[in-house]
């Protein structure tokens, strides 16, 4: 019952949020509900128990990555989007794919008898330390490539960002 | 006995393909040497195959050198045959064409592209050999298109000139139109007798009956008849035979007076076997053999031109023939072609020495008096037109009188038949003199030294007010020597050496022809293959045992052959009566040959007013006659300008450009339209392209929904 | 307790926001934050399989997309960066040198 309730809040919040987003003209808003959303989520992963997942999510997503979303926002003094004569229909175009598109995916992604199943409460499947022996043993090699991948996005935001050859 | 007759025809060929691939950096000697050499050595093959056939027991030998083809059940063999009908036209051919050659060595010594002119001379006898040696009909109608190539080519030898280059086209054409008729002749027999050769076709023809009415074998001599005219300028074919005349004269001489019009007159005697169980295809023949005769007479008597005049009587000549043909009469009709070899190539040699020896001019009315210059040539001509004229005891006597005789006297003749060559005969007689007597008497007319040419028209008494109405092409000169013309000359002695054998062939040529042993010598080949017997066909040669067993077989089915066809022979020999009759059509040919000898005499010689004063007062019908009763003209308008017009409208700008040409623009067009539509996927805009991804990723879920509902 | 269903919806519903926010938005930076709500809903749905399986690989793939979605976005942000150097403009459709 608790767990419904506070499923409910928190998915209620999320939806909300990414509604939000889509609503909103000026960036800064759409980056805000952003963030909302995130840490909506990170709620829902601490309900499912996995707690490693909702405090990366919450340090790196919201704490970084939209940090840097805003950061850039401000830099580069995005200002409210135009309003167009086509901006009429879109409000509409967009609730009639979102219905859809999520018609979709839910049919998609619940036809499967297994995913009647059932979750309880901050249920983690294993002990807790299994994460880091998943990572660093099984899912080693990933996560080696990952660092490099992070070092080569490094390099090229720093080449790409830059002032060309002045 | 093997005859080698397969060489006949080739030894032309490789003289042409000498001349022909390597003629051009020769020089004149080697051509004519090359030329000559190849054309005696066929005559030389054939005189031997000829003297081996008559010293033999055999009436006919056959050579098979490999099958050409096979489809479905028709088999067609490289086949050459010689019996009495091929043996002579093979002499004439090979004896003629030498002589022809010879004249042209000296008679185109000045012209350009004299490697050019052997190699199609000599390619037009390989033809023509191909074609009377053939023993099935394809093989013969490769010859017959082969001939009509090399007229074409010889016709337009002078091809910078516009005349030259279309007189070439209206021949092939002409001929063309004829050939159709004798391809679906072709297909008719395919069909229904499963061969082409002679002897099958003969051999099952002479089992069925004489057709009373229109059925398959008239049809085939109808259309057979219809190749027949486009080849031998009859009826109402003949309109590319005067126009031929701008080709070289030799040329004119052999093709179109001695061997390739007579393909046409050997083709029907060959198949007599058809023509006789098909009276109304034979009375066609005759009747447009009897038309053409007459009608082409009339014209020549109007013509200036020197060798217009010889054309018509040549289509004249023809006429006779396929009358005589159409009469069932076909051993007269050989007779005839072979005597007006011998008498109308000395005339077209001779009219070549002519125009030869006075620098290029042909038209009559500027010659005249060319007796004191030339006076060889004033002898053999006139020997050739006493021949022509019918005037005993020279050639044309005797055959043209046997065609008179069989026209009046045979079952399938008729006294109208002998009446319109009688009346022909007198006007071949009259306008032969006429030519004669322009020509070689009275005053030279024409340019002395330097070319005076008002003063020649001054003197033009002949048809002074009517030559205003003359077509220019009838004036054309042939492009000639550089050398100078100071007065008429003699021609060197390689011209005049052929004119004088010619001559004596003139003479000698019919007395092989008394008391019916020509006839006699033919009938083998006029009667249907029951008459001989087994033994008479020599298969030594033949190539494997197959076609031995065929040949058995036929001679089989030919054993019990029943009843015989009346030939035009028969009838002569059982009745005393006729004997009188017949001697006395012979004494009104001859009085009718001296009357038309003397009409022209009175009208060119005694009085040269005269012609002048009755072209005049016949006004209208002389115009008539002279632009040739305006048949040219009638054919380009009823005829050839429609079919431009058709060609232009619907052919070419209806299929051409805009079926053909609009299904390849067409679909190129369709492509770039189609690309212009795809292209419009790449346009610059990013959200195009998200919402394209997006349309991608969508289908995929669909589809994934889609697999899983089933 | 409730049906791993229930999170599969949510994440459903969350992808489909952020597809219709890539399609309409005109604002660039806008698009590349729902590609972002777009990574974050699929990081629930393996979060929610993992649970309910019993694995604990989805957490350590989540792990992962979230290491490849913060490498996207400082390449991607810097990429927006120099094309706003250029164009001047935040707005997509003006993005559109290459139109034809």
């Known amino acids: 019952m608790l767990h419904l309730v506070l499923f409910c809040i928190f998915g209620g919040l999320c939806l909300g949020a990414a509604i939000n987003l889509l609503l909103q003209t000026h960036p800064i808003n759409s980056a805000l509900s952003l963030i909302v959303v995130m840490g909506s989520l990170a709620l829902i992963y601490l309900l499912m128990g996995a707690e490693f997942v909702s405090i990366v999510q919450l340090i790196i997503y919201a704490g970084a990555i939209m940090v840097l979303f805003v950061f850039v926002i401000m830099l580069l003094n995005a200002g409210k989007e135009e309003r167009l004569p086509a901006s009429k229909i879109m409000p509409i175009l967009g609730a009639v794919g979102m219905i859809s598109g999520s018609a979709a995916g839910i049919y998609v992604l619940t036809c499967d008898p297994h995913t009647s199943a059932r979750i309880s409460l901050g249920q983690l499947p294993g002990p807790a330390d299994q994460v880091g022996r998943l990572l660093f043993r099984d899912f080693l090699l990933p996560f080696e490539v990952t660092s490099v991948l992070i070092l080569i996005a490094i390099m090229g935001a720093v080449v790409l960002a830059r002032r060309g050859e002045q | ?710 | 307790m409730i049906p791993l269903n229930y999170y599969l919806v949510l994440s459903a519903i969350l992808f489909a926001c952020g597809v219709v926010g890539f399609l309409i938005k005109r604002n660039i930076i806008t698009i590349f934050m729902s590609i972002e709500l777009m990574l974050n809903a699929v990081n629930l749905s393996f979060v929610a399989f993992a649970t309910a399986r019993g694995v604990l690989s989805g957490h350590i793939f989540v792990f992962f997309v979230m290491v490849v979605a913060a490498a996207e976005a400082a390449v991607g942000l810097a990429i927006i960066i120099s094309v706003f150097r250029t164009r001047e403009t935040l707005n997509v459709d003006r993005v559109n040198l290459l139109k034809l």
């Open chain 2, 1 to 710: 006995m093997n005859l080698y007759l397969w060489s006949i025809p080739l030894l032309p060929l490789t003289g042409a393909a000498i001349n022909g691939l390597f003629g051009r950096r020769f020089s004149n000697k080697l051509v004519a040497t090359v030329a000559l050499f190849f054309t005696a050595a066929s005559f030389g093959m054939a005189i031997c195959a000829a003297s081996r056939l008559l010293g033999s027991n055999m009436l006919s030998i056959i050579e098979l050198h490999g099958t050409w083809f096979r489809a479905g059940t028709l088999t067609v063999e490289y086949g050459f045959l010689l019996d009495h009908l091929s043996l002579v036209m093979m002499l004439v051919v090979t004896g003629v064409g030498f002589l022809i050659h010879v004249y042209s060595v000296a008679y185109m010594s000045h012209e350009g592209g004299y490697y050019r002119y052997f190699c199609y001379l000599n390619l037009f006898m390989f033809f023509m050999l191909t074609l009377v040696l053939a023993n099935n009909y394809l093989l013969m109608f490769v010859g017959w298109e082969g001939v009509g190539l090399a007229s074409y080519l010889l016709i337009g030898f002078f091809f910078v000139k516009d005349s030259a280059a279309n007189a070439g086209k209206k021949a092939f054409i002409t001929n063309r139109v004829g050939d159709f008729g004798f391809l679906i002749a072709l297909f008719l027999l395919i069909q229904h007798f499963g061969s082409v050769q002679y002897h099958n076709v003969f051999a099952r023809i002479s089992q069925m009956p004489v057709e009373a009415h229109a059925g398959l074998l008239t049809a085939i001599g109808l259309l057979m008849l219809v190749g027949a005219c486009g080849k031998s300028a009859q009826i109402p074919l003949y309109v590319w035979l005067p126009d031929a005349m701008e080709g070289p004269t030799p040329v004119s001489a052999l093709i179109h007076a001695a061997t390739m019009v007579t393909a046409g007159v050997y083709m029907v005697c060959r198949s007599n076997a058809v023509f006789s169980r098909a009276p109304i295809a034979l009375l066609a023949v005759a009747i447009i053999g009897a038309l053409t005769a007459f009608f082409a007479a009339t014209i020549g008597i109007t013509q200036t031109d020197i060798k217009r005049v010889l054309a018509y009587s040549t289509v004249s000549q023809l006429g006779y023939m396929f009358m005589a043909a159409g009469v069932a009469a076909y051993s007269a009709a050989i007779f005839h072609l072979m005597t007006h070899a011998f008498f109308k190539a000395l005339l077209f040699l001779a009219a070549g020495s002519v125009i030869h020896g006075i620098g290029g001019e042909q038209d009559m009315r500027k010659m005249g008096g060319l007796r004191k210059y030339m006076p060889i040539t004033f002898w053999t001509m006139l020997i050739a037109t006493i021949a022509i004229s019918g005037i005993p005891p020279l050639a044309g006597f005797y055959s043209k009188d046997e065609i008179l005789w069989q026209a009046f006297s045979s079952p399938h003749g008729h006294w109208i038949f002998w009446l319109i060559g009688a009346v022909t005969a007198f006007m071949t007689s009259f306008y032969m003199f006429r030519l004669i007597f322009m020509t070689f008497t009275g005053d030279y007319r024409g340019a002395h030294g330097e070319a005076q040419v008002g003063h020649a028209a001054h003197t033009d008494t002949a048809h002074g007010q009517v030559a205003d109405k003359e077509h220019a092409a009838h004036t054309h000169a042939v492009p000639m020597d550089a050398h100078g013309h100071g007065d008429p000359h003699e021609s060197p002695w390689l011209m005049l050496a052929p004119l004088c054998l010619l001559a004596a062939l003139s003479i000698c040529g019919g007395w092989i022809g008394i008391g019916g042993r020509f006839e006699r010598f033919l009938e083998p080949v006029m009667r249907p293959p029951q008459v001989e017997t087994a033994a008479r066909f020599d298969t030594s040669v033949l190539a494997n045992d197959q076609q031995r067993r065929m040949i058995a077989m036929m001679q089989a089915a030919q054993s019990d052959e029943a009843g015989q066809m009346p030939t035009a022979g028969e009838a002569k020999h059982e009745n005393e009566h006729a004997k009188g009759t017949e001697e006395a059509l012979m004494f009104i040919s001859v009085v009718i040959a001296f009357a038309g000898l003397g009409l022209a005499y009175l009208l060119y010689v005694k009085r040269r007013d005269l012609p002048a004063k009755i072209a005049t007062s016949l006004n209208g019908l002389y115009t008539t006659v002279l632009n040739k009763y305006y048949v040219d003209e009638i054919y380009g308008a009823a005829v050839i300008q429609p079919i431009i017009r058709f060609s232009t409208s619907a052919l070419w700008k209806g299929v051409d450009v805009g079926l053909i040409d609009g299904t390849v623009n067409g679909s190129a067009h369709a492509t770039q339209d189609a690309s212009q539509v795809l292209r419009q996927q790449q346009s610059g805009s990013i959200r195009s392209y998200a919402a394209w991804v997006a349309a991608g990723a969508g289908f995929v879920v669909l589809y994934m929904i889609w697999t899983g509902i089933r």
